[in-house]
């Protein structure tokens, strides 16, 4: 059975930092196409970054603008988010998605087959 967990979202002021982390068990996320989602209230959910170790592959959306970084701890079976920089409009739940196949590459949440439960981040200015 897959789990994934997500920690490290939080209260935090603009111009702060903030790192998620999710903890991932019945699955090797360095085989598996890793990703980030957000959804704020009221809009849908988003691909924030995703990564495949096996594809040596990363790709942020445009609106990351090289503040968010994708990385993942082989040993520890965990895959994170750095976040630098956060602006309110990224208040959001966040949440690690993991895809069976090991290919990212152009993937929407709709490939995805398990999700964590969310982690919240919220950003004021």
């Known amino acids: 059975q897959v789990q994934l967990v997500e920690s490290g979202g939080g209260s935090v002021q603009a111009g702060e930092s903030l790192r998620l982390s999710c903890a991932a068990s019945?699955?090797?996320?360095?085989?598996?196409?890793m990703g980030w989602f957000r959804q704020a209230p009221g809009k849908e959910r988003e691909g924030v970054a995703f990564l495949s170790n096996v594809f040596a592959y990363t790709s942020y959306a445009d609106f990351v603008e090289g503040r968010f970084t994708i990385s993942q701890d082989k040993a520890k079976n965990t895959l994170y988010l750095q976040m630098t920089s956060l602006k309110p409009e990224d208040t959001a739940m966040y949440y690690c998605a993991a895809r069976s196949s090991s290919d990212c590459a152009g993937v929407s949440s709709l490939v995805f087959n398990y999700w964590g439960q969310g982690t919240q981040v919220t950003v004021s200015s």
């Open positions: 019945g699955l090797t996320t360095s085989r598996a196409c």
